[in-house]
Every structure is written in C-alpha cells, then in structure tokens.
C-alpha cells in the first residue's frame, strides 16, 4: 500500500481503484499533502494495469470543502514565486486527473466547494446524492476560480461557468445536474449503487479503446469540423481498429459472447 497520509485506497477485484479523501475534519479540504498523493495517486492508478476505473471519493459528510484555510493563509503570507509554484502544483494534480488514461468518475455528498467543485470537474464523470450542493465559492474570499477555471468551462460551458465563478452562488443537485456538472442526481442512500450501475457500463467497454477516447476526446472542441480534424480521427479510428481489442471485440460481438476484458461480468 503506498504511504498516503491522507487518501484511503480501495482496490477491488473487479479492477476498480476507489481513492477517498481522508480528512472528514475539515470536510477534506486539501494542503499540500493532500494535493501531491492526489497527483501521485492518479499517476501510480493511471499507469496500472489491471486497474480499469477509478473513483474519487470524500471521506464524512462532504465530499470536499475546496482549499485549506491554513493553506491558504500560508500561502497569502508567502511570496509571488512561492505561490506560482504552490499553484502550478495544483494545476499539475487536477491535469493529472483530467488526462488519466483510465475513466475517473466523482462520488459527491455534502458540499462540493471552490477546488472540491474543480476535483469533480476533472473527473470524467461525477454522480451527485439529491442533497449534495455546489459553489464555485473563490470570489467571496477576494481571490477567484483560475486553476479549476479550465475544468470547470469544460464540464458546464463558458457563460454557466462565468456566472458560478461571479456569483458564487451556491447550487443544488438538481442545478448542478441541468448545467452538467454532474451526470446523475440519486437519493443519499442509492448513491454507492448509482456509481455501481455506472462503473458496470464502463467495465464492459474496452480498457484501450477508453484510453484512446479519453486522448482523442481532448484534442476535440466545440466547433468546426475543420480537414485537420478529419484527417485526425480517420487516422485514429484506422489505427485503432487493427489492435487485438479491436478484433476481440468484433468477434465477441459477432459471437455473441463477452469479450475478454468482461468475460467475468
């Protein structure tokens, strides 16, 4: 087991690695150690093998309260320099996140607040309980929403994601899900089997074409689907259907059986 101070690792059977945010104290708001064994977390996870999946969770009552307050003031009182590197270390983990090869799906109760809201946003896929609530809070406190900025315009579009930085405004599940913050809105006690139903449909796809989606996906934007653009998912979708899994899956399919990769399901 890695030496994490403050995430929990669940690694179960079926390949899928639940990570939880380990400080219900202060409603896991993270620090410095919190931020670097996210990164390394997601970096061991993503390069792992025999792990298909990984969801981020929130030890407690909230998923994530956002940044510490005690980090936060030590890092007002440091320098310039100081905190570009502070924040360029946060900017690094949410990537992290963001660019694993695996799909990352975030399991929110509570409140989600400022960088927790951004934690959630990085993640592929974020299922909410009906009571969860979400602020993109920075403004209230003078500072604003800049490294989470680019996940959060992601998940929800540029106007919804001026207005939440603005506004701080806290939302309810049920805005978070119209705006696409989250991809599902569930009572509190059918939370773990909503994030169960959706882990099913992501373990009876294949692991490298998943990988493949995730790499193409990014390079994608909303817009004109200009000749470069073309050219790059002809090129990817060519070279993807000659690999082993393409074929398996062809074969499972035309066979009606289960490919390989959920052959246990």
């Known amino acids: 087991m890695p030496d994490w101070t403050a995430l929990e690792l669940d690694r179960r059977a079926d390949g899928v690695a639940v990570l939880t945010m380990n400080r219900p104290a202060v409603f896991n708001a993270f620090d410095e150690v919190l931020i670097a064994e996210l990164d390394d977390a997601f970096a061991t996870l993503g390069a792992d093998a025999t792990v298909r999946a990984i969801v981020l969770a929130g030890a407690g009552k909230h998923f994530s309260a956002g940044a510490d307050l005690q ?94 930085a603005l506004t701080a405004s806290r939302i309810d599940a049920a805005e978070a899900l119209r705006v696409g913050l989250v991809q599902r809105v569930v009572p509190g006690a059918e939370l773990d089997a909503a ?52 074929r398996e899956g062809f074969a499972a399919f035309l066979g009606k059986r289960k490919p390989n990769w959920n052959a246990s399901e």
């Not at 009906?130 to 579009?157: K, Q, W, Y």
């Not at 169960?196 to 004109?224: H, M, N, T, V, W």
């Not at 090129?235 to 993807?240: E, L, Q, S, Y």
């Open 71 to 164: 980090w936060m003031q030590r890092a007002a009182a440091a320098s310039q320099e100081a905190n570009r590197d502070d924040a360029r270390r946060f900017s690094a983990m949410l990537a992290r996140i963001a660019e694993c090869p695996k799909p990352t799906l975030a399991r929110v109760q509570g409140a989600a607040l400022g960088g927790g809201v951004g934690l959630a946003c990085a993640c592929d896929l974020a299922v909410a309980a009906d009571v969860a609530t979400f602020s993109v809070s920075e403004a209230r406190m003078g500072i604003l929403p800049a490294v989470i900025g680019p996940h959060l315009v992601n998940a929800v579009g540029l106007r919804e994601a001026r207005r939440l």
């Open 195 to 246: 994030v169960d139903a959706l882990l099913a449909d992501l373990l009876a796809c294949g692991p490298q074409a998943q990988a493949e989606i995730k790499q193409l996906y990014a390079r994608l934007a909303p817009g004109p689907v200009t000749p470069e653009v073309r050219e790059l998912t002809a090129h990817t979708i060519a070279r993807v259907r000659s690999t082993p899994e393409a």
